[in-house]
Each structure stands twice: as C-alpha cells, then as structure tokens.
C-alpha cells in the first residue's frame, strides 16, 4: 500500500497523537467515577489485567489494520474481506453517536474552569449549582459552542499542522499538570466535627486495595463490563479511531513499541487520574462522595476546592485546564475519525468535510443539551442503569456497540483472514513482536468468547441467568 496524502512526521507525532487521543475524558472524567462505583482497588485490579490482555489485543489489531490498508475505519474492513464492509459502517457508527455528546462535556468544563478563572468559585461547590447549570436552556449550548469551535479548528488544521502539532504541545503539559495535582492530593488531611481524621494516603489505600466482600458473579460480571467499557472509550479501540491514526503511520515505525507506549500513556495516566480524584474526595467527602457517579467532578471535586481554603481555587484553575486538554484531545480524535472517513467516502477536500461534520456535531450536541431540559426523559437501560439522553448514547456506543464491533472484529482476524496477517504488519521492518503467541492466543480463543460474554451482560441477557 502506498503511504496516505496526510501523514503524521514519525513515531513520536503518532505516538503523543494516539495517546492523547486515549489520554483524555475516558481517563480523567469517566475512570474515577467508575473505580470508586466499583470497590477501588478491585476495579483497578481488573482493568489493569484488561489492559495488558485485551487492551494490548484490540489496540495492535485497530492500527495494524490502518497502516496495511492506508484506509480509514468505514473502508479498511471492505478492504481486508469485501464481505465484512458491515463491519466498517458500525464501527463508524461510534465516533458519530459519541460526537454527540463529547463537546456537551467539554463544554461543561470550560464553565467551571471560567468560573474558577473569575471567581473564588464557592457557587461552583453550592448543592445544585451543576443540576442548575446543565438544565438551564442557554448557557449549556453557549459553552458548547465554545469548545466544539476550537474542536473543529483543529481538525480543520489537518493531520500534522493541526492534530501532531496540538498534541505535541498540550500532552507534556497535560502530563505535568496531573502528576503535581495527584501528588498534591495525597498530602490532604481533613478533620470532622466528631474529630476523626481523614488523610489522602488512606484515600490513596481505598483506591489501591481490592474490596472482595459480598462479590457474587452477577456483580462480577458487571465490574468487568463497567472495565471493558471504560478500556474501549480510554484506549479509543473499536471505534475507528486507531484505525484511522493508524492509516496515517509512515511504514518505517515501530508498531509494536509504539504500541507499548501507547499503553503505557495510557494506563500511567489513567492511574494518575484515580490517584488525583479519589483521595481528595475521601479526605473532605469520605466515601459517601464518591456516590456523584458521572457527575463526580462537576459535583464532588468543587466541594473539595472549596474545603482547601485559599489554595483551593488555583488548585480547581490548573484541575478545570487539564480536563479541558484532555477531553479535547479526545474529542479532536472523534471528530478526526468522521472527517477522514467522510473524505474518503465522499472524495470531498477537509475544508468541506470538516464544515460538514462540524454541522452534524453543532445540532446533535444540542440535542444532548436540550435533553436535561425540553427533551427530559428517563429510560430504563438493558444494563440495569437509568439514564437520559447523553446516558443513551453512552450506552450504545461503549456498552452496545464496542463489545459487538470487537467480538465480530476478533473473529474476522482470528478466523478468517488469521492472526498471521496483523504479526506480519507489525514485522514489517523486521521488528521482533514480543507477544505475538499471546496476541495469537488472545485474538482467537479468548476475546471472542469474553466479548461474547460481555455484549450479553450489556444486553440484560444475563439477568436471566444470574
């Protein structure tokens, strides 16, 4: 295959690309709410596990896939085996149903870092100043508007002015800005009114120490679903987006250690940002702060700012910039995805494609506003959850969609084109691959049937088994 028009310059532009890509919301907003859901160190202790298995599978397959067929995800699969073309039109379906929702978020982060920016920020920590804010009509879509413009610049920009360029910058300050907050949390102490005292580093031991007692198997299934999840939407895999990053890789580099760095962004940071969150909720909220779910750094963390006196709001200042450098690197990397496929689909220039896809994101983040307040409503999940219209689309695309893309995904690698060919594209060069029987190993007996297994919890199948 000839190398792509766009192309990032070298490993490292992919490398910081795809990291920041999988070093963004998933890690920052969604892990620490889901680990503290989950017992701690018990959900950490299986992601952990998921990430250097399945993880380490599903990210070599999505960029193997790329590089060899220099196409992005809605014709990379039409081009491996003309049979599964289905398979790229779901896994583009992903990026446009998260696209929906991921400027929403952004949006609301860049409220709270202005608010903290004009402000000593005790509104922000007030009870109903979040449910205040997302239900209101106007000043959601305002903030979103903000943060889907500057989303969409640079995308517009292209892949090595705009995407490599962005994360060259922002992913050693994002990197920074982490560490220093985590390691500032573990210093925290905080004393009750009955006198008791609460200290980050027994935050820190709530978020390490796995919790067994009263685990049972349905429950089980459900951390390892709520974890599988959070991998798909963290690592950016069965969604196109690495396959798409991957069809700008040049074939001189690495695969396989640019992989392992990958992941290791990935997990470092995903581990940085539990250790940032968790101990400094415990230390002012105990653990009954941890129960914001979804909400918990828009509800919880401002109350925290609030308890840390005048180092609070610098604090929330450097907190609110990072997300917003997180969850904009994501959120670059989804709107990315659409344009590429959307050029290659329509052979129309970025500039076009960009514009459009932009239009598409603008009246479906709406929507997602409009659903805390004109379009209100409550829906019963097939997981057991109860959620609206963001939570709908969260559901489909990282609890519906992700498993069945990756079970069809494994079987068409492992079965019927052979793992062989994802191991050759990754010895391209004459690199050695380390874990190619594992990947071998995983990709034809293991993510098969575990996907299988998750995609029927997330149905509610298994409510009838268990």
């Given at each position: 295959?000839?190398?792509?028009?766009?192309?990032?310059?070298?490993?490292?532009?992919?490398?910081?690309?795809?990291?920041?890509s999988?070093?963004?919301?998933?890690?920052?907003?969604?892990?620490?709410?889901?680990?503290?859901?989950?017992?701690?160190?018990?959900?950490?202790?299986?992601?952990?596990?998921?990430?250097?298995?399945?993880?380490?599978?599903?990210?070599?397959?999505?960029?193997?896939?790329?590089?060899?067929t220099?196409?992005?995800?809605?014709?990379?699969?039409e081009?491996?085996?003309?049979?599964?073309?289905?398979?790229?039109?779901l896994?583009?379906?992903?990026?446009?149903?998260?696209?929906t929702?991921?400027?929403?978020?952004?949006?609301?982060?860049?409220?709270?870092?202005?608010t903290?920016?004009?402000?000593?920020?005790?509104?922000?920590?007030?009870d109903?100043?979040?449910?205040s804010?997302?239900?209101?009509?106007?000043?959601p879509?305002?903030?979103?508007?903000?943060?889907l413009?500057?989303?969409?610049?640079?995308?517009?920009?292209?892949?090595?002015?705009?995407?490599?360029?962005?994360?060259?910058?922002?992913?050693?300050?994002?990197i920074?800005?982490?560490?220093?907050?985590?390691?500032?949390?573990?210093?925290l102490?905080?004393?009750d009114?009955?006198?008791?005292?609460?200290?980050?580093?027994?935050?820190?031991?709530?978020?390490?120490?796995?919790?067994?007692?009263?685990?049972?198997?349905?429950?089980?299934?459900?951390?390892?679903?709520?974890?599988?999840?959070?991998?798909?939407?963290?690592?950016?895999?069965?969604?196109?987006?690495?396959?798409?990053?991957?069809s700008?890789?040049?074939?001189?580099?690495?695969?396989?250690?640019?992989?392992?760095?990958?992941?290791?962004?990935?997990?470092?940071?995903?581990?940085?940002?539990?250790?940032?969150?968790?101990?400094?909720?415990?230390?002012?909220l105990?653990?009954?702060?941890?129960?914001?779910?979804?909400?918990?750094?828009?509800?919880?963390?401002?109350?925290?700012f609030?308890?840390?006196?005048?180092?609070?709001?610098?604090?929330a200042?450097?907190?609110?910039?990072?997300m917003?450098?997180?969850?904009?690197t994501?959120?670059?990397?989804?709107?990315?995805?659409?344009?590429?496929?959307?050029?290659?689909?329509?052979?129309?220039?970025?500039?076009?494609?960009?514009?459009?896809v932009?239009?598409y994101?603008?009246?479906?983040?709406i929507?997602?506003?409009?659903?805390?307040?004109?379009?209100?409503?409550?829906?019963?999940?097939?997981?057991?959850?109860?959620?609206?219209?963001?939570?709908?689309m969260?559901y489909?695309?990282?609890?519906?969609?992700?498993?069945?893309?990756?079970?069809?995904?494994?079987?068409?690698?492992?079965?019927?084109?052979?793992?062989?060919?994802?191991?050759?594209?990754?010895?391209?060069?004459?690199?050695?691959?380390?874990?190619?029987?594992?990947?071998?190993?995983?990709?034809?007996?293991?993510?098969?049937?575990?996907?299988?297994?998750?995609?029927?919890?997330s149905?509610?199948f298994?409510?009838?088994?268990?």
């Open positions: 295959m000839k190398e792509k028009g766009s192309s990032f310059s070298g490993s490292i532009g992919f490398v910081l690309a795809a990291a920041g999988a070093v963004g919301v998933g890690n920052i907003w969604r892990f620490p709410y889901l680990c503290a859901k989950d017992g701690g160190g018990l959900f950490l202790l299986v992601y952990l596990i998921l990430v250097l298995t399945f993880g380490f599978v599903l990210l070599t397959t999505d960029i193997a896939i790329g590089r060899k220099k196409k992005n995800a809605l014709q990379a699969f081009a491996l085996k003309p049979k599964w073309k289905f398979l790229g039109k896994t583009f379906l992903v990026p446009a149903l998260i696209m929702y991921y400027s929403v978020i952004g949006g609301w982060i860049t409220k709270y870092f202005l903290y920016i004009i402000s000593d920020g005790k509104d922000a920590a007030a109903g100043y979040f449910t804010f997302i239900t209101s009509d106007i000043a879509i305002v903030f979103m508007l903000i943060f413009a500057l989303t969409a610049w640079v995308v517009y920009r292209g892949v090595e002015k705009g995407i490599e360029q962005f994360s060259k910058i922002i992913m050693p300050g994002l920074l800005l982490i560490l220093i907050i985590a390691i500032f949390s573990l210093t102490t905080h004393t009114t009955d006198g008791s005292v609460r200290t980050g580093l027994q935050g820190l031991a709530f978020y390490v120490t796995p919790d067994f007692s009263g685990l049972t198997v349905k429950r089980f299934l459900e951390i390892l679903l709520d974890a599988m999840s959070q991998l798909f939407f963290s690592l950016s895999v069965s969604m196109g987006i690495m396959i798409t990053y991957g700008y890789v040049k074939n001189e580099v690495n695969l396989s250690k640019a992989t392992n760095q990958i992941e290791l962004f990935d997990t470092g940071v995903a581990f940085l940002a539990g250790m940032m969150i968790i101990p400094a909720v415990f230390v002012f105990g653990t009954d702060g941890m129960a914001s779910g979804p909400s918990l750094i828009f509800i919880s963390l401002p109350k925290v609030n308890a840390m006196g005048f180092l609070g709001r610098p604090v200042v450097a907190f609110f910039l990072m917003g450098f997180a969850v904009l994501s959120c670059v990397s989804v709107m990315e995805t659409l344009v590429a496929n959307c050029m290659e689909l329509y052979h129309k220039p970025r500039k076009k494609m960009c514009g459009a932009g239009i994101s603008l009246i479906t983040a929507l997602i506003c409009l659903g805390y307040n004109k379009l209100y409503f409550e829906l019963s999940l097939p997981n057991g959850s109860v959620g609206q219209l963001l939570d709908v969260d489909i695309s990282n609890s519906f969609l992700m498993p069945f893309i990756s079970l069809l995904t494994s079987i068409l690698i492992g079965w019927v084109i052979g793992p062989d060919w994802i191991v050759g594209e990754v010895e391209r060069n004459g690199e050695h691959f380390k874990r190619a029987g594992l990947y071998r190993f995983m990709i034809r007996y293991v993510v098969p049937v575990v996907m299988l297994i998750l995609f029927l919890v149905t509610g298994t409510d009838l088994i268990f």
